[in-house]
Structure formats: C-alpha cells, structure tokens
C-alpha cells in the first residue's frame, strides 16, 4: 500500500510539472520571463543608406550609422538627431582621419598606362583642392550632380540640395592623404600592393608620387594611351565630390595646370562622357560608369570592365585581399559619417547612446542599429562595440553571437 501512494505522489507531481511547462509554454511573449544577458547586446541589421531614414522613421530600428549627405537628409526632414560622428566612435579617435572612399586602378591599367594613370590622380586632388578653394561652387557642383535641381522630398517634407549639401560638406574632409583603415580581420591577408604609406616606390606609389609632380609642374609624357578609359563610381554619393567638381571645373584646372578632365558636352549637371586633356588636345576618351554598390564596380574592375573607380575603402580593401588585381592610389577623403537615433531617444552623444545601449540590453530588448553591409561603418561600430564590451548579433538570428 505505501509503494502505491508513493507512486500516486510521483504520478502527481509529474502532472503537474507537465502542466506548468504547457501553461508558460502558452502565455503571451510579453508575459513570459525574458532572458537577461550577462554582457550587454546590440542587434544589427544591415541596409542600403537611403532606406535607413525610413527604418528610423517607422521604429524598425533604433538607431542608423552611415555616411552624408543621407544624414543630414534625417536631420533636416525632422527623423532623428545625430549623436555621435567620425571622431566621436572609439577607439581613440581612430577613424578621424581614415580614408572613406579612395581612387583605385587595375594593375594592369597602371602598368600599361602609367602617364594617363597618374593624370588622373593628379585631376582628382586638383578637384579636391577645387573644394577648398571655392567650397560654395564645390557645394552647388556636387547638389546638382547628386540630386539635380528639384527638392528632395523627405519624411513629408521637400528639402533643398543646396542647403543639404552645405549641412553635410563641413563633416567631410576632402584629403588625398588619410591612412587606410585597420581592418583586423582581413589585415593579415592584404597584399603588398595596398599601400598607405605613399612614400613608397613601388607602382602605387610611384602613380601618387608622379601625380603630385605634375601638379607641381612636371611636364607629362605620354607614351601610350588606351582607347577609352572607363571609370566606375557611386553617383548617389556627395563623398566623390572630388570627381564632380574637377569634371565642372576642368576650364580653370586646364588654365592652371595644362591638363584636366573635361565634359565633352556642357550641357549636362552630370556628364558621362569626358576626355582627359593635355595642353588642350584631347588624349583619351573618358567614360563615367554609375554603379550601385562598391563591390559591384570592384567585380566588374577586376573582370576588366572597369580600369578605375571611385568607391568605399573596405570594399576595395576586401576585395584586393581576395585576390582583385587592383591597388589603391589614394584616398578621396575622411569622415562624413554620423550615429542617428530618434529624437526622443535618451542619448545626446557616444557616452549616453552606450547607457542606452546597456539599459536596454539588459531590460532584455536590446537596440537594433542599422549600418551597410561591408562598409566602413559596420567595421567602426564593429570595433567600437567590442572597445564597450557590447556584444553584437545580426538582427533576426535565434541567439546571440558575435560577429
């Protein structure tokens, strides 16, 4: 008799156990005891740079990282606030003069038309230095180029290319000299002809190095053109104002130097054809190819379809790394990036974002950022979030790991 209440008592308590887990099981999410992390946690999930405004402005997400002028688009239409930009990200104010966007060539291109190469680079730093000698003309050169001459419309309002661009240009340092970023992860991998030191003798930086002699005077010799040249780039990006505006500008660039690259036509805001010029004949034709993503235009470089391009330093750097036939000569500038959250979000800057970060962490819906995939903002929120001791996983993964 006492061996059957003991089982009675087992069999019980066994249904009851049983009954527990199927009530928890079917309670509402938001009644159900949510795991709490040991480490904070951050969610990312990647997107193209013009849908971010939305995703902030519709809650699916918190937060966004990427560059202008689709910051200042948030800004000005009213969607959030910018926190935290290039210098503001640890560690260190590493990313403060660290190259964005860069000018890349095929190899073979530069082996094979070393004068033409190092023209163009010499063309791109004279329209950098176009920037800062006329910054006004640099801003309503690249607000055309961008987004023509029609409002911008944002979040229900219409904004002005002109006042856009004069909110982004004083974020972004326009410099053909800004280091190359540290990539830790692909660092090990990169080939020797990635050169930030520009010092250097070998083709790469005999291009740069020649390219600022014949800025300073040097007559050029030409021994061999291509038939055209074709040059890959992101239209929809203010950060190659260098391009444009060296490309408007090409009747004083001739005036000083006795070379430029110039529209064929003067009747278009964004030119497709050009020619590179000489003591006013022309040596090459010049073809600007609009892409949509930087490792697109550095697929099709190394498939030959492009000889040069104008695109983000990580791409290019991991893509050379896998074995992309292509170097970079220099950068086309630093900065340009910005942090935006909501604006009734309890943050001001990098300190209180990562109290956010933490608060909401460990309340057990931790924030959701948004960054492009493979862009110098995911490595510096990458790198950033590891210097907090945040952890990071993609959006939408059943558990946590870092990235």
């Known amino acids: ?139 309503n050169i690249t607000a055309r180029w961008v987004y023509g001459s029609k409002p911008i419309r ?19 340092v326009f410099t053909d000299n800004a280091s190359l970023p540290d990539l830790g992860l692909i660092e090990k991998s990169l080939s020797d002809n990635i050169m930030s030191d520009h010092s250097s003798s070998n083709t790469v930086g005999s291009v740069y190095k020649r390219a600022l002699d014949l800025l300073n005077g040097s007559k050029p010799h030409i021994s061999k053109t291509p038939s055209s040249v074709r040059i890959g780039y992101l239209p929809s990006a203010d950060l190659y104002a260098p391009l444009y505006v060296t490309i408007i500008e090409s009747d004083r660039i001739c005036e000083t130097y006795g070379f430029c690259l110039a529209p064929r036509s003067d009747t278009s805001d964004r030119p497709d054809e050009c020619q590179l010029i000489v003591n006013d004949k022309p040596v090459a034709d010049v073809q600007l190819l609009p892409g949509q993503v930087g490792g697109g235009i550095m697929t099709g470089l190394g498939q030959r379809a492009i000889d040069v391009a104008y695109i983000g330093s990580v791409p290019t750097l991991m893509q050379i790394s896998m074995g992309n036939p292509a170097s970079i000569i220099h950068s086309i500038n630093a900065g340009g990036s910005g942090l935006v959250v909501d604006d009734q979000a309890p943050c001001d800057d990098w300190n209180s ?18 960054v492009p995939q493979s862009s110098i903002q995911e490595e510096m929120m990458r790198e950033a979030f590891e210097y907090e001791g945040i952890q990071i996983s993609l959006y939408g993964l059943p558990s946590f790991g870092a990235l």
């Open 353 to 370: 974002f990562i109290e956010w970060v933490e608060n909401r962490s460990f309340s057990g819906q931790p924030l959701i950022i948004a």
């Open 1 to 139: 008799m006492v061996l059957g209440m003991r089982a009675g008592y087992i069999l019980l308590i066994c249904i009851i156990i049983i009954a527990s887990l199927v009530l928890v099981y079917e309670l509402p999410s938001n009644y159900r005891v949510r795991d709490i992390p040991d480490q904070p946690q951050v969610q990312i999930v990647y997107g193209t740079s013009g849908i971010m405004p939305q995703l902030l402005n519709t809650s699916q997400v918190d937060a966004f990282f990427v560059w202008e002028s689709v910051v200042s688009t948030a800004e000005m239409g009213g969607i959030g606030k910018v926190i935290a930009r290039d210098a503001d990200i640890p560690p260190d104010r590493k990313w403060e003069n660290t190259a964005c966007n860069v000018l890349v060539m095929r190899n073979s291109f530069i082996t094979e038309y070393p004068e033409i190469a190092s023209l163009l680079s010499a063309v791109t730093i004279a329209g950098i230095q176009k920037i800062y000698d006329d910054p006004g003309e640099a801003v």
């Open 154 to 172: 944002s979040a229900g309002l219409f904004l002005d290319p002109i006042e856009l661009e004069k909110n982004a240009f004083p974020h972004i």
